[in-house]
């Protein structure tokens, strides 16, 4: 039995029905040939390709790689001359349509071979299946390196003679310096890195103590370390005291570095490479290993000069490979060629065979654990078997097991004591602690109920406790072959299915495997929340309808209520003062939260505050009892609305009751309650005007507050799913209308601007297409809700087209048809101001406001929120008691409010301009129709009325998409 592995960067297509065909004729041509093993295709235009390891028989074998480098297959067998023939012409016809050269390897020594030295007979097993996948990477990075393209990989090339001489005086020079008592690497300018996971440079390496180890789990955790080293000057060792003795102290700094890599088979080092050839510009040269340890030991594993040292971890059953395993003819002595370098986790005694069982039972990484140990550990663990940890989580060796079956009341006190002084440190590390914090929350919270049952209950308890089962595939008896590199589902059914434990419910097993999450909008946590806002909506009358508190002005602003607002400690907030986080995150002066903490107006965990120093930690839950006064919207006494029934738009099947709301939303009005807002929401509105029940419409896509036009909502959780993957349908068309400053281009002639930065433009006849990538930061770093959007280089591809329909001498402003054919957060008003053509009234974006109206505006503003504040106190409708505000509470709420008591001075300090009407909070651009993808032959459009500065441009609404 045999085992090849190779991959190529390759242009393919970035649709998955398409690449399906190119899938299934590889699933059917490895069906053919008797190969099991794992293939994965990328779903990419220019940046992926493919990535494949197959088994079996040499024959076989060598009939697909004969396949894959274009040549006419020599089996003996007609079938298998078939199935290759079938391939041949179904992958030229494929990428015949895609305008590509066909995906071919260019040389026999792009497949990588090895064999197996050991004489156990279970060959057959190094893959339990077959598994070819369509994937957005064919090495994962989570979508770091995807905007790597093929043509920035098979770059930096060393064969494998070339690598064994740069290894060889590489240590060659080391040595010499070490010989000579000289410490100082400095002027050795070259690095030699291990691109693999940690697991993987445990048990073998080029040069130990030279080479370079990231420490990383995962292939997406390798460009932070890269991006970590790349500037700084310094150098220093790693203060890991669990990091493996094996791995070198790696250097802060790769700049001005002759930098060498690599990897098992070469095809993470082509992205790697790459992308610290970005990050240091500044370099003496990169380069990496080509096709990686594997074909350096074809060429170098019986040599004794070899520079390799230890086994060649590989991801399947074999685990590892020694040095004469590689090659197509191998030595199956089952001798190692090299010395163990790899380390029993507990004993430090050489060690360097990873085995199925002995996984971390918090992370499941593999663990490397010699027999003694093992059964040591069996010995003093009172588990039923032995459970390891691995070097991250090894400070949890003593308190974190997952079968706690054996353990007494006594030691599960203990256990508990040390995982809440784990977790203590934890709390302080806001976000990057999260992940951490849960799984020794959740534990804690394990111990604890069997705890509790144990106490009440006794001794007899444990004979109700259900036997411990395999976290991956859910069985009792799991010979913990069943996950990772060592398994895979298929063989493991078979084996429960026609073993001597075969029952009806093995099936169900594997069903149950993939874990299963609550819809988010039915988590406890979020249905307590629903309920408790509805329960406010209803006690404060916050549903109401565009005309209830509208002036003959136009503005509608509601009368104040007293709300309890209540928000959860975050992350960043752990450790620090509630009187920090009241200031830094909440706007408030020191003075004022004395004030309302001597009122009784600001709790902790529903517990009145006197100190302003207590320290908040995670979990607890900050609340302001607050005097509510919303802004003024400008809202018509009627919100326009139009109704359909989702099924007869898409023709798929949808419940009855399930309709899509096509709003023309007025500009000022925010869609979501939020910040100041609640029943001055869009939705809140609509909500009463139709008569449907509060926070019932579901919104399908975004619009800006200062935006105008159609905005799609539906009333059901399915329906809106289903309407928004039609809105990303290729057929999805998108028209806006935009009034802006100055003279619209109507051709290429006329367009003066030359300079547009990183941004790219095109004509179509009177057609502008602008290609500008989009970035979004804090732009102050205190205000975490100030984001800024800018174009960048290094920002999201986003693409807009724009036509002038016509343009008034007088006021300077043009009328512009636009489309965005992507997605981006404020694209048409960015994109128009780098053109040099900012959209009127869009102060954020260059535009300009009258100084006269703003000032008038932010009067009437102001005016609308004291009027209806001293109406509502003639009323005496400000006043609340109930079980959540009390009637001190909210009187003194009114006492504090700086609205009340402070009058024009008291509203502008409260909110901030953009809050208020006046800031640009109703820019000159309406979303004019809606064009959405489906099923039926004449697809659905949704148009809404223009406003008046758009009423002429009506015969310019043609598509630009």
Known sequence: MHCILFYKYHPLTDDKNLLETY?????????????????????????????????????????????????????????????????????????????????????????????????????????????????????????????????????????????????????????????????????????????????ECQIGSFAPGISLDPNTKTFAQFPKWVKDHAGTDEASPSNDSTANPNTAAAPLSLNNKRILMYCTGGVRCEKASAFVRQMVPQNKGIYHLKGGIHKYLEEFGSNNESQFVGKNFVFDRRGALNANDCGKECDNSGKSATAIIGKCMYCKNPHDTFSPENICTVCREPVLCCNKCKLDLGEKQLCSGPEFHCEEHFHLASCYFTNLNGFSVDDLNKQLEALNAHLDPLLALKKKGKQRRKSIRKQINKVEALRKNLLENGPSYRSCLAATVCRHCGSSSCDKKCWGFHGGNKAQLNKLTTGSNANNDCTDLFKSKKRMRTPSNQRPSKVQKREKDLSEIQALQLHQTPSQHRASTGLKCPPPVIRKLSSSVKGRWCGQTLRQVLTAEFGLKHERIEQLLAAGLIQVNNETQQRSDRLLQNGDNISRIVHWHEPPVSVPSTITVTKHRVSELFGEGSSAESFIYVIDKPATIPIYPAGPFYANSLLSMVEAQECLPPKSLIPCHRLDRCTSGVLLCTNTSSAASLVQRHLKGKELKKLYLARVKGKFPTKEAEFRITNVGCASLGWNDDILEISAPISVQLEDSSQIDMLKRFVCPDGKPSISRFRALSYDSNSDLSIVAACPISGRGHQLRLHLQLLGFPIHNDVEYGGRMDGEKKKQLLTTSIDAILSAASLAEENSNCLRDDSVVSSEESANAIKLCCSCSDGRVGVESSYKDFQLLGAGQAIDLHSAKYCIDSANEHKPIFVTELPKWAASSEAGLNWLN
Request: net charge negative; proline share 2%.
């Open 23 to 199: 899938r299934k004729a590889t699933e059917d041509l490895c069906i053919a040939l008797n190969l099991n093993g794992r293939i994965l295709i990328g779903l990419s235009k220019n940046g992926e390709g493919i990535n494949g390891t197959l088994a079996g028989s040499k024959n076989d074998l060598d009939a697909y790689v004969d396949c894959m480098l274009g040549k006419d297959c020599c089996s003996d067998i007609a079938q298998k001359r078939d199935a290759v023939n079938t391939f041949r012409q179904t992958s030229k016809l494929f990428f015949d349509g895609l305008n590509v050269p066909e995906l071919l390897l260019d040389s026999p020594n792009d497949f990588k071979w090895s064999s197996y030295s050991n004489n156990d007979n279970d060959d057959d097993q190094w893959f339990p299946d077959l598994n070819i996948k369509i994937v957005k990477e064919i090495i994962s990075t989570g979508g770091v390196l995807s905007n790597i393209s093929t043509s920035e990989t098979s770059v930096g090339y060393l064969t494998p003679r070339e690598w064994h001489e740069e290894i060889k005086s590489l240590v060659e020079k080391k040595q010499s310096k070490r010989n000579a008592s000289d410490d100082d690497d400095d002027d050795v300018d070259t690095v030699l890195i291990d691109v693999r996971n940690h697991k």
